[in-house]
């Protein structure tokens, strides 16, 4: 069986900084109309970044939620920027370590009934040390977890998004 | 240092069927005024279900996307409903599977730059098989593969979606 459902009419609601949002007139794979709301996103880029054992985090406020979540270094992508710069950018920003190569491990769909982000996640090899300069308006702390420790806040939920824990259960995975 | 926003207008740009749109004015730690994002999800929850050893995969058309997804059988909460009722519920009608019991795995935020939806995994034991019955409007086929072959698809790719990426791992990493 083919699955496909076609659009009839792309209708923007909102026009956003981060975030455009459609409800589309759509088609299902019976040929019967249909409306599908969903978010566009230009895409992330993360990175996991160890140094002398001990993985960096960022600490950041997350309005959404109302609560601070540990987060491996992350940022949305330019247009037509490539994903691996933009996570080295944004590993240099947030916490002010450089790496001198990325090392692709997934690109994740976090929530695909309604969002078209696509989430680049990469490892660094050969991290070093350097000065943070957050963008202006980007407030967050940088702390440095010890591998096991950050394992241990997956598996008791202290770690709760989605990108982090698939970088650390890969890292856990591998040994 | 504290990282908090304060919410000083709620601005509501659409409310749809799945998700709400908010813009709101808030207000950084520092004081200084700022727009805020973001979508108002349910919440959504799912199930990692195993049979002699092949992991029951649905296959699915993600408008968001253009694509066919494998996922673990899932779906939104209604409102003020019980994770784990609507992670069996949803199992039931994609699958057609049953369990005695859920056991709670993770909550995890997918994407927590713009969304509030938290997702609610679940392993289930004593799975048993049943008659599927998807919603009106649900297309989808279910897939059984074996855990060593739904471990190598998260490995190469072909699975995508955060939450049976993080389910899968766990279930590897427990070995």
Do not use: W
Not at 89 to 94: A, M, S, T, Y
Not at 126 to 145: C, M, Q, S, T, W
């Amino acid at each position: 069986m083919v699955l496909t459902e076609k659009t009839v009419n792309k209708n923007y609601i909102y026009r956003g900084k981060i975030i455009n949002v459609r409800c589309d007139d759509a088609q299902l794979p019976d040929g019967k109309p249909c409306k599908r709301e969903l978010v566009e996103h230009p895409g992330g880029a993360c990175v996991i970044a160890v140094l002398e054992g001990k993985i960096a985090l960022v600490r950041q406020f997350r309005y959404a939620y109302g609560e601070e979540l540990f987060e491996i270094p992350a940022g949305k992508l330019e247009r037509g920027e490539d994903p691996a710069n933009a996570a080295l950018r944004e590993l240099g920003e947030e916490t002010g370590l450089s790496a001198d190569r990325l090392e692709p491990l997934f690109t994740i769909y976090p929530t695909p009934g309604y969002t078209n982000e696509k989430i680049y996640i990469y490892e660094a090899r050969n991290v070093k040390r350097g000065e943070a300069h957050p963008d202006d308006g980007e407030f967050l702390g940088v702390e440095y977890i010890p591998l096991a420790e950050a394992f241990a806040m997956v598996q008791d939920g202290r770690i709760k998004d989605a990108k982090t824990i698939i970088a650390l259960q890969y890292l856990k995975n591998r040994g």
